[in-house]
């Protein structure tokens, strides 16, 4: 009987290494990564309705033109390409909706245009969430700076105030 108490432990710690060896799954959610949707009209920039395919948000970032105005110096609006106009959009986007206040979120264009986005703490006004905003755009030796405060409304789509 001690024999068989001895090799209790043992045994279970034998079985319980074989669940190791199973499938596995993990508690990780995976998706779709956001990036800037297509262009809208105005100075907004909006959340997709739905997932989107990467290729789909590809494409269309490729195929329309992303307005920016209101989050960037208009001094340098002129002098972007239309990459650097999705990139920055991009980089707005992602930083008003997901990014800590204080940490910028940096994006590059085209022949080292460069810029980076850093946002406060979310702010409710009359149950609308809001953020201040810095976007910084680097181009030719110089930095235009853009501060704001930008709105959410119920859709998703981020206004400046």
Known sequence: MQRFARLLPFAALVLLAGCSFGPTSSNVATGPTLTQPGATSGALI??????????????????????????VDAGVIGRLTSKDKSEAASAQYNALTFGRPGAPRAWSGDKGVVGQVTVGPFVRVNNIDCRDFTHAVTLSGGTFTKKGTACKDASGTWTVS
């Open 46 to 71: 909006s959340a997709p309705a739905e997932p989107v395919a990467p290729t789909t948000v590809a494409a269309t970032a490729a195929t329309t033109m992303n307005d920016v105005t209101a989050f």
